[in-house]
Each structure stands twice: as structure tokens, then as C-alpha cells.
């Protein structure tokens, strides 16, 4: 009974939707809420949502926002990198905000701005890739996405163009929509040509204390020999839902890199796929997340080895406190033809307190047989030798605590080659962590 | 500086000091001997303040203060430092920043300037030089594979850069090669002073010919059974601890 509101949202926004959008997107978008219809939301019935149970989105009542774009707003985000990035593209409750966005010079042919007008404009490069990567016919989140998103991100970069600076993408939330918690559910679509590159920062932010939804899908497309350096940044309100899913297909010879970072969010639910479809493909995962309270993290990645000599290197590491629970799945899949592959998973998570949990499996499925395949997981607790250790030596227990915990989180940091992303992680880490440890003191 | 009266204490629900008395005054090495398990260590640790083990008993005074009312970090900051049996493993935490770190608190609480990263490796060179020891120590992570020898020289070194007014030193000796120990007790002996005591905990008289000590004890059971001079030690090199089983003045 609750899907029936998203079929009337749905109504709405169709109804409000610019004319000039494509019949063929219209058309997919129809199909999209057709087949969340018939999906509905994932139960723990779901192999894939075992774990993972979102009655608390499910159950409730969202409404999607009408567009909002008070300068004040940009208050909200942790962090601005003003002239460190290119592009800055802020978004308000999913729509786009220009007066808060600055988008300046950028090599010839390359397109960078709002979706929704690349869409009205009918961007080749949109109409093309567009809902091609992220299939929604068995992901009810990515159809929910698709039928409803308003805008979001596009960027084209032309063969052989490298942005010498990153882009930056934000979404923010205000919370409430009509007296009702927001949802919004941005889309993101990145099209690298052959020998291109780009490093792409994703932010999410939301007033603090507020209840919203975010469902946002990334899409990337990556052409032989392109490089992308995608970071994405979900620092939701503590009360918020973020569903997030980062799809890409990554051609011969390319270098893709997702940082996923994820420090806010109530209920947080990230995807990410990656299909190796060309040969030679290097591919990193790198994830970091951290929960408090009662939060609850998961994380699933899935590394689709289709052609012979792909390398992947996957990291993720979790940190714990009080009565959080995180979920980590992290599949490989070697393709029969995907001779050679060098895959590499470590997952490690850190509990702060006797009361966090974490849930965590590799799914290594390889039809191939020449191949090198290892992971490894382990969860564990503080060193409290090593504590003693380093209070022995007169450090406080704080800080010798602080001092451990970011050695745990060491080399995921150091694999984030963008240092003011990684020195703003560290900056909010601090804080949080700041906050956890005081807890569980 | 230091005096202990009556100390008992326990770890996982097993009383293992059972009163041990004991005064130190500056400028005085003592060397604390005893079997495996008599409790060196625990008393060791103890003063250093670790928290699984619980005082029952008894009280100890740091230059007139209470030693057991601080927590492990005042502990040092004001003077007291243990170089651990088992130096523990730290992986990604790396030493020269550790100890970079744990120096200046030090330095702080001490009414100190800070040092800046350049006068830092000045000392720091200084004291490995001393030590033998190679400086690419400092950019590794905290004792993670190192040799048990080379655990026990970053000990002495970090006991050389912290500069405590009390160093208590349980069995730096074991692992060390003789050469190791010549350097090792050279350091030490460098760092005698009327201002400063050490605590040296050993299972062998082979350390004590190098580092003198004034007083030996010998722990049993929890207790201190004998005290004696540099002699002692000699004596128990000799005869074991078996002769010993019968304290003098056990209640
Ligand atoms: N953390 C602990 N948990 C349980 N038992 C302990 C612990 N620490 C010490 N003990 C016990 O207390 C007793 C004394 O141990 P301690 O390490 O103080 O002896 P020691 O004199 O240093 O011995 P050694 O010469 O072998 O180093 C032993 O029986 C030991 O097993
Ligand atoms: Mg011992």
C-alpha cells in the first residue's frame, strides 16, 4: 500500500516533467516505475538485502521537494574546495542550483552541468549512455531512481581532453518536503572518452537532525585507455536514508577508482559494480566507512571480471561504535574468458564496542582458470596492549586511541591520491570519531 | 623518589604481589631478581599503571605523590618509564612520529618547549648513534618486525629520548647478543645521574656486570625474600634460587 504513493509521486512529477524531454527517456522511465512496482522494496528474503532490512524507507510516507535554492543552503556542505577544484555543481533536495554552482573554462567539448538541461538539450553523450550501465531490472532502488530523478550531474569529457582539476558534485538536503520527510534521487552520469581523464568528487550532505531520503545512482562510462578518480563522500544527516548505487563500465585498458566514503546516514545502503569489459583494465576499490549510535552501514561491491588481464585491488575497512552495524558483501566475478585476472580483496572492520556488529562475506564466483584470486577479512577490537603501549609513553587515551585507529584507516587513506578530499575525510573523521570514542568512554 | 609499602596486587582474579616493600632514592640503581612468575613483571607493571592489574594493597609515592591515583599517561609524563619485556607490536602507527608525539606531551607537561621536526631528528640521531642503531628505524611502523634484539634497543632509545626520572627496566637483557648488551648497558650507564633511578629487572648476573647495580632484590612469590648488595646477584648466579625457598622473617 505504501508503493501506491510513489506511483502518485510518480504522477506528479511526470506531469511537471519539461516537455522537450526525450520520448525515449520518458518511455524508460515508465518502464522503470513499472518494474519498482513489481519489485517493491527488498526484504530480508533477498539474498541480496539479507542483512540489510529498509522498512524504515519502506514504510514511510516521502515526498519529493519542490525546488529550493536558497543561497544559505550551501551552509550545510562539510566542505567547498574552491579554486583546488574546476566545476563545483550543487544541488538542493536533487535540483539544481546555479546560483550556487560555478562551473568555469573547461578543455574544448567538454560538458559539464546539470543533467536535466543536457537532457532537454538532447546531448548525444546523455541519450547514448544514459540508463545503459545502471540496469534497474532487478534493483528496485535504481528503477525507483529512474523513473524519478530531476537532475543531477552530467559530464562528458572528449577523447584525449584530462581535466588538471577535479569536479565537484553536492547534494544537499533541507529535510522536509510538503510537511513530509524529503526524498530526492539524484543521477549522475560521467562519459569518459578514450584517453581521458577526470577525478569527480561526489558530496552528500543534510541539515543535521533532519529525516530525508537520498537514492542516488552514478552512472560511468569509460573508454579505452580513460582514467577516472571517482570519490563519493556520503555525509548525510544522522537521521537521514541514503541509497546509493555507482555503476561502471570500464573499457580496454582503463583506470577506474571509486573511494567510497561513508560517515553519516541512519540507514546507509551503497552499491558498487564495476564491469571490467575491456582487456587490461585496472580497477580500485576503496572503501572507509564509520557508524555510531545505532546506524547501520552496508556496503556491497561487485567486481565483474569480463576480459583476460584486468587487475582490481578492493579495500574497504569499517569502524564500529556503541550498537552500530555494518554489512559488507564483496563480490568477484572471473568471466570464463577473463583469463589472467589479478583480483585482490581485503575487508577489515574495527569494533569499538562490545555492542557493534558487523556482517561481512566475499563472493568469489571464477569460471576461469588462470587467474590469482585472494581475500581477506577480519574483524577485530582495539589493541589494548598496544593502548597501554602508547599511554606508557605518555599519551592520552584518546589520542592513543585516535593514533591507532588511523593507523587502521592508513592505507585506504593513502590510496585517495586527491589530498584535500583526503585531508577533509581526516578533518571529519576527527570530529566523529572525536564523538564515538567519548561515547564508548 | 620512589617508595613502595606493602603493595599487593592481582590480575585475572590471582593475587601475585603479596607485599613487597621497596625505597629507591635518586641516583640509585636497583636490580630486581627473581624466578619466572615471581611477579617482576606484574610489579613492573604495576607502577607503570597498566590497567588489568588491580592494587589490592598498599601504596606507592612518586617524589612525594601518589603514584597509583594517575593514570598510565601522567605516569609518564611525570617521570616514569618501563621498558616492556615484549615490546608490542604497532602496525601503521610509524616510530619517529610516535615518538615525536609522545616526547612533546612529555616536554609539555614538563613546563618544556616543544620541539620542531628538525630539532627533533637532531636528538633523536644523537641518541640512535648511541644506540648503533640504524636510522631507518624511525620510519618504520612501531616495533612491526623487528627482532626481538632490535624490540629491545627501541626501547632503550625511546628511554634515551624521553629522558625519565624513574626507568624501570624489565629484562632488556634477554634476546640481546652480547654485543647488543654492551651497547644497550652503555646507554644506560650514560644515563645515570644523581637526578634519575632505574629498576632493572634481570634473570642474569651477566647484565649486572655491566650496568652495577646498588641494591639487589630478590622477589619470590610475590615478595621480596632478600635484599642484599652487587654480591647477591653473584651469589644466586651461583646457587640458584632454591636456597632461598625459606625467606627470612616469613610470617
Ligand atoms: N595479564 C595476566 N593475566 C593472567 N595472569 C598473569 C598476567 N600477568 C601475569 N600473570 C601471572 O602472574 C604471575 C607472575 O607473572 P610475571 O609476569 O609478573 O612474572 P615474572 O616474574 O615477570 O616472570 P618471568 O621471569 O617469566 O618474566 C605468573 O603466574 C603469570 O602467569
Ligand atoms: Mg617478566
Redesign the pocket.
Known sequence: MMLDQYATEYAAARARRPSDEPAALARTRDEALDRFMALGFPTTRDEEWRFTSVAPIADQAFALAAPDTDARHAGILPFRFGDAFSAELVFVNGQYAPALSTVPALPAGAQVGSLAAYIAGHASGVEGHLAQVASFDRRAFVALNTALFADGAYIQIPAHAVLDKPIHVAFISTGAANGRPAMSHPRVLVVLGDNSQASIVETYAGQAGTRYFTNVVTEAVLGSHAVLDHYRLQHESRGAYHVGAMCVNAGRSANCASHSISLGGALVRNDVLAVLAGEGVECTLNGLYLADGRRFVDNHTTIDHAMPHCGSREIYKGILADRARGVFNGKIIVRPDAQKTDAKQTNRALLLSEDAQVNSKPELEIFANDVKCTHGAAVGQLDEDAVFYLRSRGLGLTEARHMLIHAFLGDVLHRMPLVPIRHGVEAVLERQLAQALAAAA | MLTVRNLHAR??G?D??KGIDLSVRFGEVHAIM????????????VLAG?P??EVTAGEVTFEGEDLLAMDPETRARVGVFMAF?YPVEIPGVNNAYFLKTALNTVRKHRGKEELDAMEFLTLVRERMKQLDMDEAFLNRPVNEGFSGGEKKRNEIFQMAVLEPRLAVL??TDSGLDIDALRVVADGVNAMRSADRAFLV?T?YQRLLTYIVPDVVHV?SE?RIVRSGDKSLALELEDKGYGWLEEPVGKP
Open positions: 590480575v585475572a590471582r601475585i604481589l627473581g624466578p619466572n612468575g615471581s611477579g617482576k613483571s606484574t610489579l613492573a607493571r597498566h588489568e592489574y619485556q624489565d629484562e629487572v634473570h622477589l610475590g
